[in-house]
């Protein structure tokens, strides 16, 4: 069975408080139990009993901080398209576990369409951005083309 379909049978039976949790964990991953608890309409002993069992389901992948790029000296952000040479299975995976590990990967989307990734990356100026997309894909021999689209601002929506 696929991977994609595996998911959808494990998470049909989230109910709706199961969505509400996950709803507001995504808005605040720091939410104390007591006050996820308040707002999804359950005791706090069942609120922690339904995130623990969604946090071992796999519908909570984890938890992290935001932080602002600027303030790590990477103020410069970036979408760089690539387009593949070749599209074999392991000429593909080769490339997005290279990918991933490359300075200023922030992640990596194996996408449809004329391109094949889309990396976002992070940089502290225009100069390292052109460095990394020279240093690190333009000599790849599994990389055909790049496009590099700069990041002005970013949004972040609540799905």
Known sequence: MPIATKNVRRFADLDDTDRAILAELAADGRLPNNAL????????????????ALRERGAILGF???????????????????????????????????SVRLPGVVAVFHVAGAEDYVLHVRAASADALRDFVLDHLAVDPAVLHTQTSLIFEQARGMG
């Open 64 to 98: 992290h901080a935001e932080v602002d790029p600027a303030a790590v000296g990477l103020p410069l952000q970036a979408l760089v398209s690539v387009r593949l040479t070749a599209h074999e299975r392991a000429a593909v995976n080769a490339f997005r576990a290279r």
């Open 37 to 52: 608890a308040e707002r999804v309409g359950v005791a706090p002993s069942t609120c922690l009993t339904r995130t623990r």
